[in-house]
């Protein structure tokens, strides 16, 4: 039995001076945390809310139905850091995801599944030509998600610096990238510059293959599938790793929730602090240093470095104050995209709905399911959302994980996670009417699904709506970007979140940063946190 979530926390920090103080208890916080506490420092961190994990969280909205409330699949996190912290001895559990699933209104729709021969077949019934090519497409884009691994792994390469070690580490990246046949030189350059849906046709034919595919480019930007620079994105999130197998997806046993306990229990074992309910009001700054942060409460705490853990128009707009920073990067920082466009519906079943076109239980809904019946169908979501509305007919990515994992809903119930693209946070009306809107937002979604499963409404015993306002206000998520700002190409690399401050140092000593609005972003994957950490223990200031 691992210590529960409450047995993980102190009531109030235990000293009034820490080597580090982390602000924010997301995954990547208490990542940041456990490598610094595993070094031999004084770690506390400090959570606003009165449950850790930020965005990769469970709770219990209803009782017995356990919502992994934001964040809801593992696709990014890094082996590595598995391993090094021994993440599994500490409950960090995935149960893979089996298939993907695309209903559709006539016929039996489309699943691809981890067997690639039972995806050929499927895939056949649209285009025996794609079926043929799904397999060479995997093998390049794997290539390609490897060479960007190592890009990933790494802190973010700064092409202006002329220290030796950097030059050195530059020479590597080109020689890599340099290393590349022809042809995958060529996707790669395609890959920079072309929209998922452009850089889908040049590999397929069928669109029900290439419309359900082309959302990886999407998610959490503000860009349709038919926009140039969505095609990165979708390179993004092909690089999911569980053990080390590319394009692997899972469900965290006891949800996502249970990925930062097993980092807090991990954190606690060499000695950090945990605090939940501790609001920091500010950080501390004199001198061009932070030196420390005070308490909503009051209380003041002193720390030779502060690590963020939240996004950058917080870190430095917010909790660190204009007046502290210099003009120019206050600009960059102002400049920086959020553009939340995303939004959350969870829901309590008595039963699990049917789909018309593949009707019963089956493997083919343990894995995640789509609603992208065609590329028109999700530039017409784009085009309302772009005018300053949610979609009516939205892009969907549903799990019901309750049919993999028991443990999140009550005996013969079930728990639906829906991701709902698109949901701007400025709507026509302003960010302030989300609350107007958000229950006709809900109903959107249910009929949307309910068109592909006629009995989802009846079962529906209680239902969480979150708009991009509500993933603002109760997580901290600036503009209900999941990514802490958008994943476009000028935010990438050594530009997130500004030019020259990618490296998880900032312009006030003593101030670093450690989450998804640094290199390499957004996604449940960890790298952010343990990259800032080390960085900060090979650094002088700690």
């Known amino acids: 039995m691992h210590e529960s979530s409450e047995a993980l926390l102190s009531p109030r920090p235990k000293k009034s001076r820490y080597d580090a103080i982390v602000v924010g208890g997301g995954h990547n916080g208490l990542i940041a945390a456990a490598y610094l506490a595993r070094a031999g420092k004084q770690v506390l961190v400090l959570e606003r809310r009165h449950v850790l994990g930020g965005a990769a969280v469970s709770e219990e909205v209803f009782p017995g139905f356990t919502f ?27 149960i893979p995801l089996e298939a993907s699933f695309l209903p559709l209104l006539d016929g039996e729709g489309l699943c691809r599944w981890s067997d690639p021969h039972r995806t050929r077949r ?42 030796p070690r950097e030059l050195l580490r530059n020479l590597r990246l080109a020689r890599e ?36 595919m082309s959302v990886s480019g999407i998610i959490g930007t503000f860009l349709g599938v038919r926009s140039p620079g969505s095609a990165y ?28 306990l097993a980092c807090a229990r991990a954190a606690r074992a060499h000695g950090a602090e945990i605090v939940c ?20 409460s009051g209380d003041e705490l002193e720390a ?27 600009r960059d920082i102002r400049r920086y995209k959020y553009r939340g466009s995303s939004g959350k519906v969870n829901l309590a079943l008595d039963g699990l709905p049917e789909f018309t076109c593949r009707p019963g239980d089956g493997p083919h809904l343990r894995g995640d399911i789509a609603i992208a019946p065609s590329i028109d169908y999700l530039e017409r979501a784009y085009d309302e959302a772009k005018y300053g509305d949610f979609s009516s007919r939205p892009y969907l990515n549903v799990v019901i994980p309750s049919l993999v994992d028991p443990s999140v809903a009550p005996p013969g ?3 639906m996670s829906i991701f709902v693209q698109y949901a701007p ?118």
Not at 68 to 76: D, F, K, T, W
Not at 186 to 203: E, G, P, R
Not at 250 to 255: I, M
Not at 277 to 296: C, Q, T
Request: aromatic residues 8%.
């Open 68 to 94: 992994s409330v934001c964040s809801y699949v593992v696709s990014l996190f890094r082996p590595h850091i598995i391993r090094e912290l021994e993440l599994a001895r500490h409950g960090f559990d995935l």
């Open 425 to 542: 946070y400025e709507i026509k009306e302003g960010p302030a009417h989300w609350p107007e809107r958000r229950e006709a937002f809900g109903d959107a979604v249910v009929e949307t699904l309910a068109e592909y499963a006629p009995t989802l409404p009846d079962r529906i015993l209680h239902r969480q709506v979150l708009s991009p306002w509500d993933l603002e206000q109760e997580f901290g998520l600036t503009e209900g970007n999941i990514f802490h700002g958008e994943l476009s190409l000028e935010q990438l690399l050594f530009l997130r979140p500004a030019a020259g401050w990618a490296r998880y140092r900032t312009p006030l000593r003593g101030l670093w940063m450690c989450a998804s609005g640094t290199h390499p972003g957004g996604g449940i994957m960890g790298a952010p946190g343990e990259l800032a950490a080390k960085t900060l223990l090979e650094s002088r200031e700690l």
């Open 233 to 260: 994105v979708l390179l993004h999130h092909y690089m999911g790793e569980i053990d080390g197998a590319f394009r692997s997806w899972g469900f965290s046993r006891g949800g996502t929730g249970q990925v930062s």
């Open 122 to 163: 499927e895939v056949s019934r649209f285009s025996p030509r794609d079926a043929e090519t799904l397999g060479e497409f995997s093998l390049a884009m794997s290539r390609l998600a490897r060479f960007s691994k190592s890009i990933i792994d790494r802190p973010a390469p700064d092409p202006t610096s002329l220290a």
């Open 304 to 330: 030779k470095v502060v690590v963020s853990g939240v996004d950058p128009r917080r870190t430095f707009l917010g909790l660190v104050g204009e007046e502290h920073l210099d003009g120019e990067f206050a």
């Open 413 to 415: 119930k079930h728990v």
């Open 177 to 212: 990238l340099g290393g590349m046949d022809a042809d995958l030189a060529y996707l790669n350059h395609k890959l920079m510059t072309m929209s998922a849906v452009d850089f889908l046709d040049l590999w397929f034919e069928s669109e029900t293959l290439k419309a359900p």
């Open 277 to 296: 309910e501790a609001p920091v009001e500010k950080i501390r700054v004199e001198g061009g240093r932070a030196r420390g942060v005070v308490l909503v």
